[in-house]
């Protein structure tokens, strides 16, 4: 025998005297570890269902509490509060109804949590939830609804949990049956009494009970229990043996139980104020029995295999890690999602110096003297560029850490490019280090991704306010000519040598921007493009950069916005209220194509269709034009019947008059004329959202508010907020 082991490797040989080493312990430890094992893991145990009784109640009480607070709030809300005004079902109201079931459909946390909601209004008979809109009498289980509102119609609380799991669902085979209320299931109840024991309307959500158990199998798998108890109903559970001993021992404190079956069950009772519900965590201790005899049974196999052991010992060590690592991991995404915003937030100008200190000194990056930026697109068909984010994601997010060390904050993608930004010491270190990383960025996407980069590299700059400044180099310098000539080689543009290109004399070209305003005046759209797309070529091939682009570009810009106020038109008729800012947005616009396709569609396509319409306006009859004078005189505020009064016609007749005329009412055109004169004022003028409404004649702000909302889908303070950004 000892010839035979000595044959063997010395990793063998090794493994077998380990293995005879740790016999004679095992044993010994397999028989004493028995109650070692049971009182340690007592108390093992014991440690760890307080833990997760505090982690457990508060990843429920987190979306239970969210859920209600969200849900009284949007109840409060005007589009529920409107719905529920309605005395019979709002068929037509397509759109408001559309908002009412967004939000009780819940925001994009909540979602996920719901299956399913009724809105009931009992004062008007009517049934609105995920299914349709349909009047209660109408309904297909009259009586079991009945039923069920009869019994929350004696309830005193307004909002409260409620479980009816053993209420079967309304179904028809495998199908839900259409104009029928579900009351079946785990729901939050939220209702309105006119009176006492008069019920005005009710809200029940139903959630997704998987989705909640879901939360719970972790720990289940890890021999831990949990419930969840509502008013003594039980709302959820992953053991009814262990609520049922809870329920049935007349206590409410946390401790030991026993079951009708003889198990023993140790207890943890959390009660939460903010949603009144109770959590029960437990772990069966036949449980911890059965560990123990494991335990034995696994000191004895150990001799049959040491080196097995050590493996398993070794997957179990990367087992129990998986949960923290998944933590770290997802601790270090929103670091990152963190800086992405912050370097999102620096190339917008949206923060001022004490912010941006601030937002540094959060994610722990310290600043440089010195930083350049580099912007990179891959060399693909402009076409494909929308198609490319999320292979743009997928290289920003695997990265070669050598080249991660060398960005500060965090690489970022913004509108279709890729951002870096790099900071050194001084401006020469900062050279050096610059091109090293270009070099190795280039390299990295060619070899992995196949892909050549076209890149822009701003001027250096010291001061994080000039980021938004270096986006524009970068940007103006990435979309020059040499550097999208070639499509089969990586190229780059350096701004600083881009400004030492010798411009040539002459730039602007008086005649071309005449014919242009010609092309305008005579509405031909094709010929007006052409010229256009000339003169930016020709701005690009005599190289002309930075704030002498921007001029020429603006000069060009207010060259054709002069054109209305020569035939009378007012560029508040030319143009909606979202694009009063397109002489900010235009000059930062690179891209030939994109810039040429954007003043064609936001100046030209709006002014040559002003001029048709002006053309065809003198060919209304008097009656027609006098009528959109009063209207346009009085902002909107004058009604059919004054208007005929003035003109001294018939409201009937003005109104046919119009119809045939203008293809529009009397009323449309009116709420068109307020419409744009409440728009004007929010995005040019300091006015209060009250003080507009004033000024437009509205004795009640709501009612402004309202009109607006209706009509543009935002209130004013956000269209304002919105569009001025």
């Known amino acids: 025998m000892l010839k035979s082991i000595s044959s063997l490797t010395y990793e063998k040989q090794m493994f077998l005297k380990l293995l005879g080493l740790v016999t004679l312990p095992l044993i010994v430890m397999g028989i004493v570890s028995c109650n070692l094992y049971m009182k340690g893991e007592k108390i093992k145990n014991q440690m760890a269902l307080d833990s997760y009784s505090d982690e457990i109640s508060r990843e429920y009480e987190n979306i239970l509490s969210s859920l209600k607070e969200y849900y009284i709030e949007a109840v409060n809300g005007e589009e529920v509060r409107w719905v529920v005004r309605q005395e019979s079902p709002p068929f037509s109201s397509y759109s408001n109804l559309k908002k009412v079931q967004k939000i009780i459909e819940g925001n994009y946390f909540l979602e996920k949590y719901i299956a399913d909601y009724e809105l009931i209004n009992v004062k008007y008979g009517w049934v609105f939830n995920d299914y349709g809109l ?35 669902a309304p179904m028809e085979g495998n199908m839900r049956t259409s104009k029928s209320v579900d009351t079946s299931g785990l729901r939050l109840v939220l209702k309105k009494e006119q009176g006492i024991g008069d019920l005005s309307w009710l809200l029940t959500i139903k959630l997704d009970e998987n989705k909640l158990k879901q939360m719970s199998y972790s720990y289940k798998k890890m021999g831990y229990d949990v419930a969840i108890i509502g008013r003594e109903n039980v709302l959820m559970e992953t053991d009814a043996k262990m609520t049922d001993a809870y329920l049935n021992s007349g206590r409410e404190a946390s401790g030991v139980f026993k079951s009708r079956q003889g198990d023993t069950y140790h207890i943890r009772v959390q009660a939460e104020e903010i949603t009144g519900l109770k959590y029960l965590v437990g772990y069966n201790e036949e449980n911890v029995k059965k560990g123990a005899f494991v335990f034995v049974l696994a000191s004895f196999a150990v001799l049959a295999g040491f080196a097995l052991l050590l493996f398993v010992v070794r997957l179990t060590a990367v087992a129990f890690s998986k949960p923290l690592k998944s933590l770290e991991q997802y601790v270090e995404d929103q670091k990152q999602q963190m800086k992405r915003l912050l370097v999102s937030n620096l190339i917008e100008g949206e923060l001022n110096e004490k912010n941006r200190e601030e937002a540094l000194k959060k994610s722990e990056i310290v600043s440089w ?63 050096s280090k610059t091109a090293v990383f270009y070099k190795g960025l280039k390299d990295h996407i060619g070899e992995v991704y196949g892909f050549f980069i076209a890149s822009g590299i701003s001027q250096p700059f010291h001061k994080l306010y000039h980021v938004r400044r270096a986006y ?66 020709r701005m690009e091939i005599k190289n002309v950069v930075g704030i002498e682009r921007s001029f020429y570009l603006t000069r060009l810009l207010t060259a054709m916005l002069n054109i209305p106020s020569a035939f009378d038109i007012s560029l508040s008729d030319v143009f909606e209220s979202e694009q ?139 269209f304002r907020k919105e569009h001025r950004k």
């Open 369 to 431: 003297p010195a930083y350049r930026m580099i912007v990179i697109t891959c060399k693909i068909d402009q076409s494909e560029q929308e198609k490319m984010k999320d292979s743009y994601a997928g290289i920003l997010s695997n990265l070669p850490e050598k080249i991660i060390n060398d960005i500060f904050i965090a690489p970022v993608y913004y509108r279709e490019k890729m951002i870096f930004i790099i900071g050194e010491e001084n401006d020469v270190e900062l050279d």
């Open 472 to 537: 524009g180099e970068c940007a103006e310098a990435l979309y020059n000519k040499s550097n999208q000539e070639d499509p089969n080689n990586s190229s780059l543009v350096l701004y600083d040598d881009y400004l030492l290109k010798t411009q040539v004399g002459n730039v602007y070209d008086m005649i071309m921007e005449n014919e242009l305003i010609q092309s305008i005046i005579s509405g031909k759209e094709e010929e007006t493009a052409c010229l256009l797309e000339l003169i930016i070529k």
């Open 134 to 168: 349909f009047p209660m009498d109408q309904l297909k289980n009259q009586e079991d609804t009945k039923d069920f509102l009869d019994k929350q119609d004696k309830m005193l609380l307004s909002v409260y949990w409620l479980n009816r799991s053993h209420i079967p």
């Open 580 to 718: 009063y800012n397109v002489l900010n947005i235009l000059p930062q616009i690179y891209d030939k194509k994109k810039i040429v396709s954007a003043i064609t569609e936001e100046i030209i396509h709006p002014m040559i269709a002003a001029l048709k319409k002006k053309r065809e306006e003198g060919k209304e009859s008097e009656i027609v034009k006098k009528v959109v004078a009063l209207i346009k005189d009085s902002k909107g505020n004058i009604s059919l019947n004054h208007c005929a009064d003035q003109l001294s016609y018939h409201a009937n007749y003005l109104s046919k008059i119009l119809k045939k005329e203008k293809g529009v009412t009397f009323t449309d055109m009116a709420n068109e004329e307020k419409l744009k004169q409440a728009k004007y004022m929010l995005l040019t003028t300091e006015y209060s959202v009250a003080e507009i409404s004033e000024k437009l004649m509205y004795h009640n702000v709501q009612n402004f508010i309202r009109f607006f909302k209706n009509q543009v889908g935002f209130t004013p303070a956000s």
